[in-house]
């Protein structure tokens, strides 16, 4: 079987395949969309001083916090406002807990 692929179809097939790529990789994303929650053991997380319960902050070791602040109205939070987890600019690929805190937080625009 003598099979000949002529350089238009060549170049048809390498673009649909490059076409497609974007869409393979979009298929993909909501399997990761799931972050794993931010252990506040984890070295970047003790070194802002995350907490995942903001009432359990110590505040003498951390004099600028407030009650009222939480990763939830924080405006590095990824989440919706009510959300119970959410995405963070300070920790790529994890979630933390609307209810906890930082030393980074930052009054979300609007609040």
């Known amino acids: 079987m003598n099979s000949t692929l002529s350089r238009r179809a060549l170049v048809t097939r390498a673009l649909l395949a490059a076409a497609s ?4 990789q979009l ?19 003790k070194a802002l001083g995350y907490q995942a319960d903001t009432t359990k ?4 070791a951390n004099p600028s916090h407030k009650a009222e602040q939480m990763c939830g109205n924080c405006a590095q939070f990824q989440g919706k406002a009510g959300d119970a987890q959410g995405g963070c600019n300070l920790f790529p690929g994890k979630s933390v807990s609307g209810k906890g805190w930082c030393k980074v937080w930052a009054k979300k625009p609007g609040t």
């Open 21 to 24: 790529l974007p869409l393979i």
């Open 57 to 60: 902050v110590d505040n003498a």
């Open 27 to 45: 298929a993909a994303r909501p399997a990761a969309a799931a972050a794993a929650p931010l252990d506040p053991a984890d070295p970047s997380a």
